[in-house]
Protein backbone atom coordinates (compact mmCIF):
# COMPACT_ATOMS: atom_id res chain seq x y z
CA UNK A 1 0.00 0.00 0.00
CA UNK A 2 1.20 3.77 -0.57
CA UNK A 3 1.86 5.65 2.25
CA UNK A 4 -0.25 8.78 0.71
CA UNK A 5 -2.39 7.89 -1.66
CA UNK A 6 -4.51 10.59 -4.12
CA UNK A 7 -6.69 10.23 -7.31
CA UNK A 8 -4.26 11.82 -9.75
CA UNK A 9 -7.53 13.08 -12.06
CA UNK A 10 -7.61 15.93 -13.56
CA UNK A 11 -11.16 16.59 -12.04
CA UNK A 12 -12.15 19.32 -14.47
CA UNK A 13 -14.97 21.60 -13.03
CA UNK A 14 -17.38 24.76 -13.99
CA UNK A 15 -16.84 27.54 -11.92
CA UNK A 16 -19.04 27.70 -9.09
CA UNK A 17 -18.83 24.05 -8.79
CA UNK A 18 -18.57 21.81 -5.58
CA UNK A 19 -15.45 19.51 -5.63
CA UNK A 20 -13.84 17.13 -3.56
CA UNK A 21 -10.41 15.22 -3.11
CA UNK A 22 -9.76 12.15 -1.18
CA UNK A 23 -6.69 11.10 0.22
CA UNK A 24 -5.72 7.77 1.95
CA UNK A 25 -2.63 7.03 4.42
CA UNK A 26 -0.66 4.10 5.72
CA UNK A 27 0.51 4.82 8.93
CA UNK A 28 -2.32 4.62 11.60
CA UNK A 29 0.33 6.52 13.82
CA UNK A 30 0.43 9.48 12.04
CA UNK A 31 -0.44 13.12 13.84
CA UNK A 32 0.06 15.48 11.46
CA UNK A 33 -1.92 16.14 8.07
CA UNK A 34 -2.50 19.09 5.53
CA UNK A 35 -3.22 19.96 2.52
CA UNK A 36 -0.98 22.20 0.05
CA UNK A 37 -1.60 23.58 -3.33
CA UNK A 38 1.00 23.64 -5.51
CA UNK A 39 0.34 25.89 -9.02
CA UNK A 40 1.88 24.64 -12.33
CA UNK A 41 5.93 25.10 -11.80
CA UNK A 42 5.59 26.56 -8.64
CA UNK A 43 6.58 25.81 -4.79
CA UNK A 44 4.01 24.12 -3.01
CA UNK A 45 2.01 26.40 -0.28
CA UNK A 46 0.34 25.52 2.71
CA UNK A 47 -3.50 25.66 2.39
CA UNK A 48 -4.52 24.41 5.71
CA UNK A 49 -4.16 22.44 8.55
CA UNK A 50 -6.17 18.79 9.53
CA UNK A 51 -7.54 18.55 12.47
CA UNK A 52 -9.73 15.11 14.06
CA UNK A 53 -12.85 17.58 14.72
CA UNK A 54 -13.18 19.03 11.12
CA UNK A 55 -11.78 22.39 9.66
CA UNK A 56 -13.50 25.12 7.94
CA UNK A 57 -11.85 28.12 5.92
CA UNK A 58 -13.64 30.07 3.93
CA UNK A 59 -14.97 27.95 0.86
CA UNK A 60 -12.42 25.15 1.68
CA UNK A 61 -13.47 22.38 4.53
CA UNK A 62 -11.08 19.53 5.43
CA UNK A 63 -12.41 16.34 7.30
CA UNK A 64 -9.91 13.56 8.99
CA UNK A 65 -11.55 10.13 9.59
CA UNK A 66 -8.60 8.44 12.00
CA UNK A 67 -10.40 5.04 11.91
CA UNK A 68 -10.72 5.16 8.35
CA UNK A 69 -7.03 6.69 7.74
CA UNK A 70 -8.66 8.67 4.96
CA UNK A 71 -8.64 12.88 4.86
CA UNK A 72 -10.88 14.91 2.43
CA UNK A 73 -10.55 18.31 0.82
CA UNK A 74 -13.92 20.25 0.17
CA UNK A 75 -13.88 23.25 -2.14
CA UNK A 76 -17.18 24.92 -2.49
CA UNK A 77 -17.91 27.63 -5.47
CA UNK A 78 -14.84 26.96 -7.40
CA UNK A 79 -13.16 30.08 -9.07
CA UNK A 80 -10.89 30.22 -11.08
CA UNK A 81 -7.94 31.20 -9.38
CA UNK A 82 -8.52 27.61 -7.54
CA UNK A 83 -6.97 25.69 -10.59
CA UNK A 84 -3.65 24.15 -9.60
CA UNK A 85 -2.45 21.05 -7.71
CA UNK A 86 -3.61 19.60 -4.19
CA UNK A 87 -1.54 17.97 -2.15
CA UNK A 88 -2.22 15.80 0.46
CA UNK A 89 0.62 15.68 3.27
CA UNK A 90 0.95 13.47 6.41
CA UNK A 91 3.43 13.39 9.24
CA UNK A 92 4.78 9.78 9.22
CA UNK A 93 5.59 9.34 12.72
CA UNK A 94 7.55 5.42 12.76
CA UNK A 95 9.22 6.73 9.50
CA UNK A 96 13.17 5.79 9.37
CA UNK A 97 14.06 9.68 9.88
CA UNK A 98 11.68 10.29 13.25
CA UNK A 99 8.56 12.15 13.58
CA UNK A 100 9.77 15.67 11.42
CA UNK A 101 9.62 14.03 8.19
CA UNK A 102 6.08 14.76 5.88
CA UNK A 103 4.92 12.34 3.33
CA UNK A 104 3.42 13.83 0.33
CA UNK A 105 0.84 12.47 -2.31
CA UNK A 106 1.43 12.88 -5.54
CA UNK A 107 -1.47 15.33 -5.62
CA UNK A 108 -5.09 15.68 -7.35
CA UNK A 109 -5.02 18.35 -10.26
CA UNK A 110 -7.87 20.94 -10.27
CA UNK A 111 -8.94 22.61 -13.86
CA UNK A 112 -11.72 24.99 -13.02
CA UNK A 113 -13.56 25.74 -15.94
CA UNK A 114 -15.09 29.14 -17.25
CA UNK B 1 10.28 40.65 4.57
CA UNK B 2 10.34 36.90 6.22
CA UNK B 3 10.81 33.26 4.09
CA UNK B 4 12.78 31.09 2.61
CA UNK B 5 14.79 32.14 -0.43
CA UNK B 6 16.66 29.29 -3.19
CA UNK B 7 19.19 30.63 -6.05
CA UNK B 8 19.11 30.38 -8.83
CA UNK B 9 15.95 29.91 -10.23
CA UNK B 10 17.54 28.10 -13.14
CA UNK B 11 20.50 25.97 -13.02
CA UNK B 12 22.17 24.10 -16.24
CA UNK B 13 25.00 21.62 -15.41
CA UNK B 14 27.26 19.75 -17.67
CA UNK B 15 27.16 16.11 -17.24
CA UNK B 16 30.05 15.17 -14.82
CA UNK B 17 29.68 18.58 -12.65
CA UNK B 18 29.26 19.29 -9.14
CA UNK B 19 26.51 22.29 -8.74
CA UNK B 20 25.35 23.68 -5.61
CA UNK B 21 21.75 24.91 -4.76
CA UNK B 22 21.67 27.69 -2.40
CA UNK B 23 18.47 27.61 0.49
CA UNK B 24 18.70 30.71 3.11
CA UNK B 25 15.70 31.43 5.66
CA UNK B 26 15.05 34.36 7.93
CA UNK B 27 12.26 32.94 9.79
CA UNK B 28 14.51 31.40 12.81
CA UNK B 29 13.28 27.94 12.21
CA UNK B 30 15.31 25.16 13.00
CA UNK B 31 14.25 22.76 10.80
CA UNK B 32 14.90 22.42 7.12
CA UNK B 33 14.74 20.15 4.11
CA UNK B 34 16.01 19.56 0.66
CA UNK B 35 13.25 17.46 -1.95
CA UNK B 36 13.10 16.71 -5.41
CA UNK B 37 10.06 16.66 -7.77
CA UNK B 38 9.72 14.99 -10.69
CA UNK B 39 7.12 15.46 -13.39
CA UNK B 40 3.94 14.06 -12.36
CA UNK B 41 5.53 12.69 -9.15
CA UNK B 42 5.18 13.38 -5.34
CA UNK B 43 7.77 15.24 -3.65
CA UNK B 44 10.73 13.40 -2.50
CA UNK B 45 13.18 13.75 0.77
CA UNK B 46 16.58 13.80 -0.25
CA UNK B 47 18.20 15.29 3.33
CA UNK B 48 16.68 16.89 6.09
CA UNK B 49 18.77 19.15 9.15
CA UNK B 50 16.91 19.84 12.25
CA UNK B 51 19.29 21.74 13.74
CA UNK B 52 22.95 23.32 13.05
CA UNK B 53 25.57 20.98 12.55
CA UNK B 54 23.34 17.87 12.55
CA UNK B 55 21.87 16.43 9.20
CA UNK B 56 20.25 13.36 8.03
CA UNK B 57 19.71 11.20 4.78
CA UNK B 58 16.25 11.20 3.84
CA UNK B 59 15.48 8.56 1.28
CA UNK B 60 16.94 9.56 -1.87
CA UNK B 61 20.30 10.63 -0.68
CA UNK B 62 22.69 9.17 -2.98
CA UNK B 63 24.64 11.36 -5.04
CA UNK B 64 23.81 14.54 -2.47
CA UNK B 65 25.52 15.84 -0.11
CA UNK B 66 24.65 19.26 2.26
CA UNK B 67 25.67 21.03 4.77
CA UNK B 68 24.56 22.98 8.21
CA UNK B 69 27.19 25.52 9.54
CA UNK B 70 24.47 27.71 9.71
CA UNK B 71 20.87 28.35 10.86
CA UNK B 72 19.91 30.51 8.44
CA UNK B 73 21.89 28.62 5.34
CA UNK B 74 21.30 24.72 4.17
CA UNK B 75 23.30 24.34 0.69
CA UNK B 76 22.69 21.45 -1.21
CA UNK B 77 25.32 19.90 -3.53
CA UNK B 78 24.20 17.95 -6.25
CA UNK B 79 27.25 15.81 -7.52
CA UNK B 80 27.92 13.73 -10.66
CA UNK B 81 27.92 10.35 -8.34
CA UNK B 82 23.41 11.50 -9.42
CA UNK B 83 22.91 9.55 -11.85
CA UNK B 84 19.59 11.44 -13.09
CA UNK B 85 19.53 14.81 -11.53
CA UNK B 86 17.41 16.91 -13.70
CA UNK B 87 14.56 17.83 -11.55
CA UNK B 88 12.62 20.45 -9.58
CA UNK B 89 14.51 20.82 -6.31
CA UNK B 90 12.67 22.51 -3.22
CA UNK B 91 14.08 23.88 -0.06
CA UNK B 92 11.89 24.06 2.95
CA UNK B 93 11.86 24.93 6.88
CA UNK B 94 9.66 24.22 9.77
CA UNK B 95 9.31 26.04 13.11
CA UNK B 96 9.66 24.38 16.14
CA UNK B 97 6.37 23.90 17.70
CA UNK B 98 5.21 20.97 19.36
CA UNK B 99 3.17 18.36 17.56
CA UNK B 100 2.89 20.74 14.10
CA UNK B 101 5.46 19.90 11.63
CA UNK B 102 4.12 22.01 8.69
CA UNK B 103 6.54 23.04 6.23
CA UNK B 104 7.13 26.57 4.25
CA UNK B 105 8.67 26.01 0.76
CA UNK B 106 11.01 28.53 -1.31
CA UNK B 107 10.35 29.10 -4.77
CA UNK B 108 12.82 25.92 -6.00
CA UNK B 109 15.84 25.92 -8.69
CA UNK B 110 15.12 24.18 -11.82
CA UNK B 111 18.16 21.76 -12.48
CA UNK B 112 18.85 20.48 -15.88
CA UNK B 113 21.94 18.24 -16.79
CA UNK B 114 23.05 18.80 -20.17
Known amino acids: RKEVEQDPGPFNVPEGATVAFNCTYS??????FFWYRQDCRKEPKLLMSVYSSGNEDGRFTAQLNRASQYISLLIRDSKLSDSATYLC???????????????FGKGTKLSVIP | DGGITQSPKYLFRKEGQNVTLSCEQN?????MYWYRQDPGQGLRLIYY???????QKGDIAEGYSVSREKKESFPLTVTSAQKNPTAFYLC?????????????FGPGTRLTVL
Open chain 2, 27 to 31: LNHDA
Open chain 1, 89 to 103: VVNMVNSGAGSYQLT
Open chain 2, 92 to 104: ASSPPRQGIYEQF
Open chain 2, 49 to 55: SQIVNDF
Open chain 1, 27 to 32: NSASQS
